[in-house]
Each structure stands twice: as structure tokens, then as C-alpha cells.
């Protein structure tokens, strides 16, 4: 069930923790972080009519540095569908506001 208008959606709660609404339309997303939410939410906030099942992973440049927490081991106990499927790799892509 969604929220009363008093209460704000997780949704909205996420927005509001990544940037404030003035300047939603000029910060921007990662392209990770954009699908990770659809992920989390669409299925919710359509009700069940519609899911989001692409997984993915971000790889930082961490992972090159041996003193960093992030090692390509940890990626892989994290999501071990990595070593069952074809995956993809490209680079993460910052999606800015349209132009006008």
C-alpha cells in the first residue's frame, strides 16, 4: 500500500538523501545508481504489474589498488551469478538533465 500524503515514499526518502529538489534537475546520476533504484522500486510502485530484473555490478578503480576493501574476489562472493552468466562490462555513464 502507498503511504498518505503526509508521509513521504521510500522514493522520495532516497531523492531526498542523494540531493535536495531545487537541484534535482542539474545533479547528476550515475547510471548504476539510476538502475539499482528501478530495481528497488518499480515493482513496488507499479504493483507487481512491472519488475526490473537486470543485474549489474559496479567495479571501481579500487579494485586495482591492493590497500582498498573492493578485490575482484569480494565482487565475486558478492554476486556469484558473475561466474554463471555472459556479463557485459562498460563503463559507468553520468546521466545529466536534457537540454532545453
Known sequence: SRPSA???TPAL???VRY???AAMSVKPIRE??????L????G??????????NPGVLVT???LDKTKGQTWDT????????KDQKVVAKPDQLIKRRGK
Open 32 to 37: 548504476h545508481t539510476g538502475k539499482s533504484l
Open 44 to 53: 513496488e510502485y507499479s504493483g507487481g504489474k512491472h519488475t526490473y530484473a
Open 75 to 82: 565482487i565475486l562472493e558478492a554476486n556469484p551469478w558473475l
Open 19 to 21: 540531493s535536495c529538489f
Open 13 to 15: 526518502a532516497i531523492l
Open 6 to 8: 503526509e508521509e513521504p
Open 61 to 63: 578503480p579500487d579494485v
Open 39 to 42: 530495481h528497488k522500486w518499480l
